[in-house]
């Protein structure tokens, strides 16, 4: 729930360090929706800002669940998709 109310404003790249912030806290969360909400999210950040998305996930998805990541990078050419999940193994 936490995750949700934080989508429409990082889509328009508002609240994005709350964004990255939420998903970053919600990281070891057990639960396979929460890692599809905290991609989803960072999905909707990564349309106001690729760039920034992609350094995220470069630095530190290796500690995030491989869902959020797929969530996440769904939007990218799938080169950049391929190269960031190689890179997060």
């Known amino acids: 729930m936490s995750v949700v109310p ?3 404003f990082a889509r328009h790249g508002r609240y994005l360090e709350q964004s ?3 998903v970053w806290a919600l990281r070891a969360d ?3 929706l929460m890692h599809k909400a905290t991609g989803w999210l960072l999905r909707e950040a990564g349309k106001a ?3 920034r998305l992609e350094r995220f996930l470069l630095e530190r998805g290796t500690r995030l ?3 959020t990541i797929r969530y996440a990078i769904e ?3 799938p080169g950049k ?3 960031i999940l ?3 193994r």
């Open 30 to 32: 057990p639960e396979d």
């Open 20 to 22: 990255y912030a939420t």
């Open 86 to 88: 190689t890179a997060t």
């Open 81 to 83: 998709r391929k190269r």
């Open 65 to 67: 669940p491989r869902t």
């Open 49 to 51: 800002d690729a760039a």
């Open 75 to 77: 939007r990218f050419p």
């Open 6 to 8: 934080l989508v429409p």
